[in-house]
């Protein structure tokens, strides 16, 4: 019988490295094991026959023996390397990945003091995506405070390209097709800003260790992965079955790239965690917030253009400054109201607050991508001091 480290080994090979979707890989393992094929070494010396036994795709069926192949290779390669090369070995072993604690306190948002009076004399320029990701991320602070920051950014994320599909497809830019929500068919959903986001469970992930303790052999979790052996195909665990009243940081799925990843073809895609399934990275999420804003004063003939004649630096410096005003704003429109309103409550009209504020662009095709203006006083404005 196989052990539990055998099973996740072999999980962990199907869904990372032969790029099998997960379901495929759960439904299909114990199958394998009846066979013997129980590790990408046994793999590597069946036939394609026998693995066509399990996995009846033929282009599948080679895909997951080229895999086994490569890496029985490379893991003898290694061993080969680590023996003629001890001091490469200690050197591997004394770099440690950065804990939990160090991975958040990287993904600090940069923060503003300025006066309301400042404040309110503010104007950025952005297109509207991004915008949606500085209202989801603040949102989450008031509504999902057990939230890791990383796990926010990821949740934000999801949100912006939910919404950036909706329009595309509402615009005539993309399609509608019939499997479009059959790739995340049981995988757990939160509520944001009126959309469900289909989420992944980062079981495990404590955000304030600081690398004095092992979590089991999570130490130094990469924050872009989570175990496969983890993930509930059918969204169920044990317990409450709703995410938002589990202590369980989570994950943002990327369900555009697992359309794309789910094709016919079983193509791989880079972006896939672990697991097996896509997420939207904390990293990715956090430098596409502040490089999307820009003082308008600093664009005040065209939002469109940019200014070419700053230094690098200096673009930087003011994107961040801009987008630390627009999250000030965002954090006084929904301190005003956090004490009033139930948190499900705050979350619905977030959505209508952002779409008062958003930049004005043309309709259609036309304006898909454009930017407009913001000013950061209207966002001040829809305070609850200013509305009753």
Not at 44 to 68: G, P
Not at 164 to 171: E, L, M, N, T
């Amino acid at each position: 019988m196989a052990t539990s480290n055998e099973i996740q080994d072999l999980l962990r090979f199907l869904t990372k490295d032969a790029k099998v979707p997960l379901a495929s890989a759960i439904g299909n393992i114990k199958d394998l094991q009846s066979r013997e094929l129980k590790s990408p070494a046994r793999i590597a010396k069946a036939s394609l026959e026998d693995i066509k036994s399990t996995f009846s795709d033929e282009k599948l069926a080679k895909q997951i023996l080229s895999a086994a192949k490569r890496v029985t290779r490379k893991r003898s390669s290694d061993v080969d390397d680590e023996t003629q090369h001890p001091k490469r070995l200690r050197a591997r072993s004394n770099h440690e990945a950065p804990s939990p604690l160090q991975i958040e306190r990287s993904l600090t948002l940069p923060s503003s003091d300025l006066d309301e009076e400042r404040l309110r004399s503010m104007v950025v320029v952005c297109n509207r995506a991004p915008l949606v990701l500085a209202f989801a991320l603040t949102l989450m602070k008031y509504t999902m405070p057990q939230q890791p920051l990383s796990s926010m950014l990821s949740l934000a994320q999801a949100l912006v390209s939910a919404n950036s599909r909706s329009k595309a497809i509402s615009i005539g830019l993309e399609k509608s097709l019939p499997e479009d929500d059959m790739w995340s068919q049981g995988q757990p959903s939160i509520r944001l800003m009126n959309r469900d986001i289909k989420v992944l469970r980062r079981w495990g992930y404590d955000a304030n260790d600081d690398g004095s303790k092992t979590n089991d052999g999570l130490r130094g979790q990469d924050p872009n992965t989570t175990d496969p052996t983890s993930v509930e195909p059918s969204g169920r665990g044990s317990g409450n079955d709703d995410p938002l009243n589990q202590e369980v940081a989570l994950w943002g799925l990327d369900l555009e790239a697992l359309r794309t990843s789910n094709s016919s073809s079983g193509a791989a895609n880079s972006r896939r965690s672990v697991s097996g399934l896509p997420i939207h990275t904390s990293e990715s999420a956090r430098a596409y917030l502040l490089k999307s804003f820009a003082l308008a004063d600093d664009l005040s003939v065209d939002p469109q253009k940019t200014d070419k004649k700053k230094t690098a630096a200096a673009q930087k410096e003011e994107r961040e400054h801009a987008a630390a005003g627009v999250l000030q704003a965002l954090n006084m429109l929904y301190t005003s109201w956090v004490h009033v309103l139930s948190k499900e409550e705050l979350d619905r009209r977030a959505w209508s607050w952002y779409v008062h504020v958003r930049p004005e662009v043309e309709n259609g095709v036309a304006g898909w991508g454009s930017k407009g203006t913001v000013e950061l006083s209207a966002i001040l404005n829809l305070r609850r001091e200013f509305r009753s």
